[in-house]
Structure formats: C-alpha cells, structure tokens
C-alpha cells in the first residue's frame, strides 16, 4: 500500500450528493462544474473552506463509478478524479479503500459484495441495511476486522454532542427527542446516531411504541436504563434537524450545524482505520442503530 492512500468512490442515488462532496473533501474541487452537481448546498458549504488546507492530507480518490457514465465523468470533473471507471468492480486492485457513496440501502449488499470478498476496505453510506439480518449478512462478509465501516457522518458532530457545562446545567438524563425532516428510511439514522452517542449506559430496548401520520414518523422507546427516546422523521414538513436533552436539572437543544465539518471528521476516521487496519465502529454498534431503523419501518 502507497503512502497516500487510493480511493475508489462508488455513487449515485437519488437525492444523495456524497460522491461529489465526500470526493471534494479529499481532492478539492472545480468551483464551475461543481455548481453543476444538482445539490445547490454542496458548493455553499465548500466555498466557506480553504483548500488545499481543509483537505484530508495523505489519501486521495483517484477514481469514480456511477450507474451513469455522464455522471461519473462529471463527477470527475468537479472533484478533480482522474479515472472513470467502466464497471465498479474495476476498482478492485486499482484503489486502497472504496466509498459506496450511495444510501439506497437495498442496493448496498450487490455493490459492496465484491470489495468485501476481495478484502478491499469500504465505507458504506448511511443506512447500512433497514433489517438486522442484511447488516448481519454485509458484516459477516468481512475478511478482516474493520473493514466494513458505516455511519451517519452526524455521528462525528461535535454540536450534537453536551458539553461539560450543558451536562452540569442538564444534570442526569432522563429523555432525548429527535426530529429530522424527510424520510425514515434514509435519514432516521442522522439522529438515530448521535441519540445513541449521549446515552452510553442506555441498555437494551425494553419497549417501543411507532407511529405515523401521512408521510411522518415517530419511533418512541424506553431503553433498560429507563432513559426514553422520542425519534421522528418528519416527512415534507420544516424541521429542524437535532436533539432535545431532557435531564433531572434542566433541557437544552443541540441542533447541526456543520455538514463539512461532520463528514470530514468521519472520512478521516475510515481512512485512519485503514491505515491503522483496526475497528473504528464496532459491528454491534452498527447492528444497533439498524435494530431502531428496522423498529420504526415496523407498522
């Protein structure tokens, strides 16, 4: 393995514009295609860092797949990658680590397969699978520890994490609602994580109550440390995308604020865990946040 470590970046689905980001944040960008990627958020954010500066030091994507070949030369384009791949599995052998920047869960097993049996690392985007038993199929695939690597990068957010003084004024926790706007199925889990970072004593869940009402849902549980948590996806309305602390002394909101931030902060994390070849999130981690995924998909 080469010092600056080669990635492959694996994308597009619908809706989801990680392989532009998630490239841009290893490579930099070309500000003009860039405003072309069709996520008009992408070169706000972006345009607010210094590169090289802000850049992930020591790795680099150096070559794109999509569905589309337009697209993946447009992606190329606008993140700086030299190779368009013609099939995905022409990574393998080509890159050091590979970036399944797709969310479409249901595709993830087909896509990620490959790079699994052929030891490749691989970051797989949030949601890992909507059921317990195709995340226990994608981490029984490994071929050593570490290699699957999965999140929702609002797992690294600093701003939705307490600080001392917020855990001072708050005292012990009792409760945590979460709201995000969208859908369940691919972004339940942005809260889902960072939920389950401010409960480390949480135990197992004992009771779980799902509702929904047109395109919103609510998942409500009550762990076995009798901590509850309130997680709703809040469909087409305006929501803020955060979590409301309820403790013995007081509440406070944490709202997200940063997306560079936060997906620098978990792609350097995998990167690291390559070089490392170590587990940054634990299988039973994973398995977890899709246990509360599946429980609120249930009608």
């Not at 080669?6 to 490239?23: D, E, K, M, T």
């Amino acid at each position: 393995m080469s010092t600056a470590l080669r990635l492959g970046v694996i994308g597009l689905s619908s809706g989801n514009g990680h392989p532009y980001s998630w490239s841009a944040i290893f490579n930099g960008y070309d500000a003009a295609a860039m405003e072309h990627c069709g996520f008009p958020v992408i070169p706000r954010y972006l345009e607010k860092q210094r590169f090289p500066d802000d850049a992930i030091a020591g790795a680099r994507v150096t070559h794109v797949w999509t569905q589309d070949v337009a697209i993946s030369r447009h992606v190329a384009q606008a993140a700086c990658i030299e190779h368009v791949a013609d099939r995905c599995t022409d990574l393998i052998g080509q890159v050091d680590a590979v970036l399944l920047a797709r969310d479409d869960a249901d595709t993830h097993l087909a896509f990620a397969r490959p790079f699994l049996e052929a030891g490749v690392p691989i970051y797989v985007d949030k949601p890992l699978a909507l059921s317990r038993v195709d995340a226990e199929t994608l981490i029984g695939l490994q071929r050593f520890p570490g290699q699957l690597f999965s999140c929702s990068a609002l797992r690294y957010a600093p701003e939705l994490s307490l600080t001392l003084a917020q855990c001072e004024a708050v005292g012990p926790l009792r409760a945590v609602a979460a709201t995000v706007p969208k859908d369940w199925d691919k972004y339940a889990v942005h809260v889902i994580e960072p939920l389950l970072q401010l409960l480390p004593d949480r135990g197992t869940v004992v009771r779980s109550q799902r509702w929904s009402v047109a395109d919103r849902v609510t998942l409500q549980v009550e762990f076995a440390s009798g901590i509850e948590a309130q997680i709703s996806t809040l469909g087409s309305a305006g929501a803020p995308l955060g979590l409301r602390v309820f403790g013995a002394a007081g509440w406070c909101d944490l709202q997200f604020a940063d997306t560079f931030r936060a997906f620098r902060a978990a792609l350097q994390d995998f990167v690291d865990g390559v070089r490392a070849r170590d587990v940054r999130i634990r299988p039973d981690a994973m398995l977890e946040v899709v246990d509360l995924i599946e429980l609120g998909r249930r009608a």
